[in-house]
């Protein structure tokens, strides 16, 4: 959840260091820091952004073409100055940030209070530092062997990153569960959480595995395992251009990000959805389709808006492949102790494809013997390397904490692997296989119809602002967005919101309406068009009232709300991936409107790496 950033070689390492700091700071943070290594070791850290450290050291020695940058999300200790990274060691030879969390901290800072280590922080990183510190001390060895040693008693997740004065070339970085890649330059390296500080001075990137130790050199890369046995690093192309990660004229990431998804849904179809010849080619599903068209069941796990796009797949494939299929939240599977079989196929969905929580869900999952399927955004992600197979989302970068253009991204893969496996089992007709086949391949071309109407969402915005609470309601595959336009409220204007069943409404919900309670039907013409019309018409009797997401050309909703905003029609297969973007819109105009930093809502954060 933390940003982390590294640079060794030739330029002065504070701008490098800064300028990727505000790259990530779309992760979430509360306090930002860095560590310069010239004469001396320099170490400036301070509560709150980037500007504000910036700010502080105005004045100060910022020389030095060595150094490390972190920006943090509480986890141990309030955000305040002292627990802001980097920490010093107590010889004030070592600096290191830390991304993660030490589950087994507590032990260890006793042992060291035993042998006299003062703290000046709250945090599991200062401890773990000078455990590594004492464990130096104590046999005599250098750095890197004492790191490689700490790390074996360390129980948690971590991406460490430590400069030390004796040895002022060299940086050591490890990693256990939270992302780290290192960019390859002529004559130097740029270590990060992820490629967006990286892209604007090479594409040449190595991702660096659970249990690896790195030794950055300006001019040398050295990988080993935590047996000290050299790992040949993996050299990758980045992908990613720099305008991708900047807002191009848009106020905000997440207006730029919603306004790109015509592209990014075409982007995910690309070369997989033929709608000439009525095909659909999918590598990672293609080489597996035994083990899934044999599946006695399917079980997706994921968390927050992904675990929405797992509720729309399990709708679709149970109704296509006719598998059964359980979507589960991967903080509360990985706890369970779930029953699985070999031959079960977990379907894991993350948009950065670092999940803590669904990271180890899949590794217990895959090692009863089940299938794992990756559906990710981030290439070479942990995820997409854990996974037996799957497929990227090709959604490119996105900055905006609240998940948008990854959302329906998801929503267009999942459904291709439904349609593939429905097709190869023989439970889906010819005639219905092609017609899902036009309707996904026209969803691009319709979502623009939405976007040129976005004023209509923006004096709804205004209209409804002040509102306290609002109530989603959707049935069948509708349901699940109504799940994530309550989410998408929630997360961008800080206003409470549901989301329910439609037909949930009267065991209890129903209690909450009034004339003062917004409530949002996701009204889209399907199987469910005549039910919805019944609980609008409840709604109404109790004087609540309702904005209907409906499909163009419906005149018995639009007559009966006190608002509405029409959607092109579509097979209520891909629907959803149309009747979500007003409620991304809703909530963006809802959230400016409340003159709130919409990209970075408080206390979120865009890749959730601990539990």
């Known amino acids: 959840m ?76 309030e955000p305040c100055d ?59 060895c250098p750095l890197e062997e004492a790191v490689r040693i700490a790390l074996k008693r360390v129980v948690g997740a971590y991406v460490i990153i430590l400069l030390d004065k004796d040895n002022p070339d060299t940086l050591i970085a490890a990693r256990k569960g939270s992302p780290l890649v290192i ?18 001075y090479t594409k040449e990137v190595v991702y660096v595995n659970d249990y690896e130790l790195a030794i950055v050199k300006a001019d040398e890369l050295i990988l080993k395992n935590l047996g000290n046995e050299k790992v040949t690093p993996f050299i990758q192309k980045l992908d990613m251009e720099l305008a991708a990660i900047e807002k191009g004229g848009y106020d905000h990431f ?37 083990k899934l068209i044999n599946a006695q069941r399917i079980m997706i796990v994921a968390c927050g ?59 217990k999952a895959k090692e009863q013997g089940a299938v794992i399927l990756g559906i990710v955004n981030q290439v070479g992600s942990s995820i997409a390397r854990i996974s037996d197979a799957g497929a990227y989302t090709h959604a490119g970068p996105e900055i905006g904490v609240a998940s ?63 509102a306290r609470d609002f109530l989603f309601l959707g049935r069948g595959l509708n349901f699940p967005v109504a799940l994530e336009g309550a989410l998408k409220l929630k997360e961008i204007s800080y ?3 549901e989301g329910y069943p439609a037909a949930e409404m009267k065991h209890g919900p129903i209690a909450l309406v009034d004339e003062n309670l917004p409530v949002v039907f996701v009204a889209t013409k399907d199987a469910y068009y005549e039910k919805i019309v019944s609980n609008i018409q409840e709604i109404k009797a109790r004087k609540g009232k309702v904005i209907a997401i409906v499909s163009e050309g419906d ?45 970075k809502p408080r206390n979120l954060a865009k890749s959730v790496t601990v539990e």
């Open 254 to 290: 997440m207006l730029k990000e919603i306004n790109e998804q015509p592209d990014t849904i075409h982007d995910c179809l690309r070369g997989r959805l033929d709608a000439q010849h009525f095909n659909i080619r999918m590598a990672g599903i293609d080489k597996n389709i035994d």
């Open 2 to 77: 933390c940003g982390i950033v590294a640079y060794i070689g030739k330029r002065s390492a504070y701008p490098v260091i800064v300028k990727g700091l505000k790259r990530l700071e779309y992760r979430g943070y509360d306090s930002a820091g860095i560590a310069l290594l010239n004469e001396d070791l320099n170490i400036y850290k301070k509560q709150g952004k980037v500007a504000q450290l910036e700010e502080f050291t105005i004045g100060k020695d910022l020389s030095g073409s060595i150094g490390i940058g972190h920006t943090r999300w509480a986890t141990h200790g």
């Open 404 to 466: 948008t253009k990854a959302f329906t991204a998801q929503l267009a893969v999942l459904t291709m692997v439904a349609m593939k496996i429905a097709e190869s089992k023989g439970t889906l007709n010819s005639d219905k296989f092609k017609h899902l086949v036009q309707e996904l391949n026209a969803i691009p071309e319709k979502v623009p119809a939405i976007l040129a109407k976005s004023n209509e969402l923006k004096a709804l915005a205004e209209k409804y602002k002040d």
């Open 495 to 497: 206003i409470h919101a």
């Open 555 to 599: 005149d018995v909703i639009t007559k009966m709300v006190d608002d509405y905003f029409e959607v092109p029609e579509a097979d209520e297969t891909v629907a959803p991936m149309l009747s979500v973007i007003p409620l991304q819109l809703l909530a963006y105009y809802v959230g400016v409107a409340k003159g709130l930093d919409v990209d």
């Open 305 to 363: 808006t992904s675990w929405h796009a797992g509720l729309v797949a399990e709708y679709i494939i149970e109704d296509l492949c006719r598998i059964p299929v359980e979507v589960e939240y991967a903080s509360e599977f990985r706890y369970r102790n779930p029953v699985i079989h070999p031959g079960d196929v977990i379907i894991a969905i993350s948009q950065s494809g670092e999940t803590a929580d669904t990271m180890v869900a899949i590794e």
């Open 183 to 200: 960019g390859i330059g002529k004559g130097e390296h740029f270590l990060a959480s992820d490629a967006s500080p990286i892209i604007e």
């Open 82 to 140: 002292k627990n802001a990274h980097p920490h010093r060691s107590s010889n004030g030879k070592l600096a290191m940030i830390h991304n993660g969390i030490i589950e087994n901290y507590t032990q260890l800072k006793g042992e060291l209070l035993k042998k006299g280590y003062e703290f000046e922080s709250d945090t599991d990183t200062e401890v773990l530092l000078k455990f590594i510190e004492d464990i130096q001390k104590n046999n005599q």
